[in-house]
């Protein structure tokens, strides 16, 4: 039987499991990540039988040598994220981990092009073997890949020199812009605590981990604009964190409570309620210059409080 043939029958056969392992894999990653408050961009996809006989013809490969039968794509915004959720995949599949390629590491300084972290997961069902690739990499990284494949630079056809320069050329844009994003990123992360930027990104960290996956950044920030008003002279992330480790189930059961609340979805309901149990007046004051009187006594009728 030909390789074609063969790969054909076997993915009818195989298609529901691979099926399963997709979706199985996919929110197994994505509550790991989410419960050390993580939330990257997660797609996933099974191969489509007509691109698994093109790679069997093509590459010479018999149906077990494929290994992305199964594909899972984790995209980040910032390079520093790579090497943290790198750690995490190492650490979740350590048992099915049997491949891991850096190709960024793999390429030499002078050369510029696809960038990304593969790894071949192996799961055994009933005695026997079924694989699954991950793919790790930045959202540059991510649209630079898209865009290659789309101007057919992974194919068999020779392109001119030229366009291989351009081709190189743009890559080169593309890494100097992920490395600034980098660079960017870890200049905020050093601004005072304070800055309502240091803030939303530490706050963020508890709402994916235990809230949700979206909410209004905008709100966030509007909110957030002066908040050092609201502190005075305290420390924001001390107090946060301090209010967060005494009162955490009591804050998740209010938040799951009161869903209907606009404001139990945003990631700053941490400190409205932070504040009105440990600064409520001064508290009061910050928020009557942004939202009314009304929205904050609602919420803290939910928290157990009031105002007066």
Not at 116 to 131: L, V
Not at 151 to 169: C, F
Not at 192 to 198: L, S
Not at 261 to 266: A, C, D, L, P
Request: glycine content about 2%; some cysteine; aromatic content about 12%.
């Amino acid at each position: 039987m030909n390789r074609s043939l063969e790969a054909r029958e076997r993915w009818l056969v195989e298609k529901s499991i691979y099926q399963s392992i997709e979706q199985e894999t996919r929110a197994f990653i994505s509550d790991e990540l989410k419960k050390r408050g993580i939330s990257p961009f997660i797609t996933s996809r099974v191969k489509d039988i007509d691109s698994l006989i093109k790679k069997t013809a093509r590459k010479g490969k018999s149906y077990d040598d494929i290994h992305d039968k199964v594909g899972i794509r984790v995209v980040v915004c910032f390079k520093e994220q790579l090497y943290s959720i790198d750690s995490i995949i190492k650490e979740i599949f350590s048992k099915e981990l049997v491949k891991r390629e850096d190709k960024a590491a793999e390429q030499r300084e002078d050369v510029f092009g696809y960038q990304s972290i593969h790894y071949d997961i192996c799961k055994c069902i009933e005695d026997k073997e079924y694989y699954c690739e991950i793919q790790l990499r930045t959202i540059c990284q991510n649209n630079w890949s898209e865009l290659s494949h789309a101007l057919s630079y992974k194919s068999e056809i020779d392109i001119p020199k030229e366009i291989k320069r351009e081709i190189n050329a743009l890559s080169a844009i593309f890494e100097v812009a992920d490395n600034q994003f980098q660079l960017i990123n870890s200049l905020i992360c050093k601004l005072p605590e304070t800055n309502p930027i240091r803030i939303l990104n530490h706050l963020e960290r508890f709402f994916y981990t235990h809230i949700g996956d979206n909410f209004d950044s905008k709100l966030s920030w509007y909110f957030l604009m002066n908040i050092q008003d609201a502190y005075k002279n305290s420390n924001p992330l001390v107090s946060i964190d301090n209010f967060v480790e005494v009162n955490q189930q009591e804050i998740l059961d209010v938040i799951r409570k009161n869903q209907s609340n606009f404001y139990f979805t945003q990631p700053e309901i941490i400190i409205i309620l932070e504040r009105i149990t440990n600064s409520k007046y001064s508290f009061l004051q910050y928020w009557q210059t942004i939202f009314p009187y009304d929205e904050l006594e609602e919420i803290a009728n939910a928290w157990g409080t009031s105002l007066e």
